[in-house]
């Protein structure tokens, strides 16, 4: 299915049902009382994060989004029935925004949330409300409120723990692929990935973290070059970053260079990606003979950067890169229990 990330709804709750204007005509009773009853309410349209869901394309193809109204109350005191309400299930990490004025309304980042997003209109009322002792035939009854109605925007920023982040061809897709049972697109071109892939990484019985892939960032990224910066929203929640880096015919210079870009690139994007720790993943040493990766190991442990030699293709080093993702994550009380 279609990975859609941005979309704009309008949601209408339920109108609620008028009241009845009626008056009891039974046998021998000329003059009976007022007995219209209530109108029921107006349903209203409630949201909800799940997690069978990755995608907002279900929603591309209608716009409008409406709860039942609720209906008129009847003779005989009889309440009308309230309108049923709608529930919208979203992709979880969705976050909601007013379309007009843009303030967030709602973050849907735990499936136990939901969230009354526009209230059914209140019920109308029968002539028997209006009975005093004054005035014993009242000819009134009020219509239901109107239901409220709002444009929303809706964006979805996947949840992850860990996000994935480099030059196309890097080796992101190829490492989500070793770690989990993700199948994400690998080959030997850039731009493989097109949009995000998430990959759960069953650390044990019981625990597990979400790593998510996304396409490659080139220098010029955050001004919207190549795919641009539409998919570094979904890196913005992560616990931490993973620079993975393609050693191959690369000196040490090159690779601090390529660390440096994608830097820049994160920072003019956000700079609240900067802040988030950033391990680097140096990719495909089988291609490097032992000397030449030896030397490299030597170069950077002068540096401050926490680094990490890998290959997904002989998965050298995957294990002690995930025991240490997992750590981390646990240390930072982050990690999920199934
Ligand atoms: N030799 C070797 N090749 C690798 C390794 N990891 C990935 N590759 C190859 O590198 C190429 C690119 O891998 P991908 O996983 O698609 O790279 P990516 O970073 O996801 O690329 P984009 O989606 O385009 O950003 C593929 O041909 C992989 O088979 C490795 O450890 N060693
Ligand atoms: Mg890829």
Redesign the pocket.
Known sequence: MKFIDETVITVRAGNGGSGCLSFRREKYIPFGGPDGGDGGDGGSVIIKGTDTLNTLADFRNKSLYKAENGKSGGSKNKHGRNGEDLIINLPLGCVIYDNESDEELYDLDDESKSFTIVKGGEHGYGNVRFKTSTNRAPRKKTNGKEGEFKEIKIILKVLADVG?V?????????????VSMAK???????????TPNLGVVLYSDYEKFVVA?????IEGASKGVGLGIRFLKHISRTKMLLN?I?C?FKTYEDIIKEIDKIKNELNSFDEELIKKDKWIVI?????LDEEKLSDLKNRFKETDFHVYF?????K?GIKELTDNIYEYLKYENRIKEI
């Open positions: 994935l480099g030059l196309p061809n890097a080796g992101k897709s190829s490492f989500l692929k070793s994400p697109k690998v080959a030997d071109y850039e731009f493989t990935t097109l892939d996304i396409p490659g960032i993975l393609d191959s990719n495909k040493i089988d291609l890998i290959s997904t293709v002989n050298a």
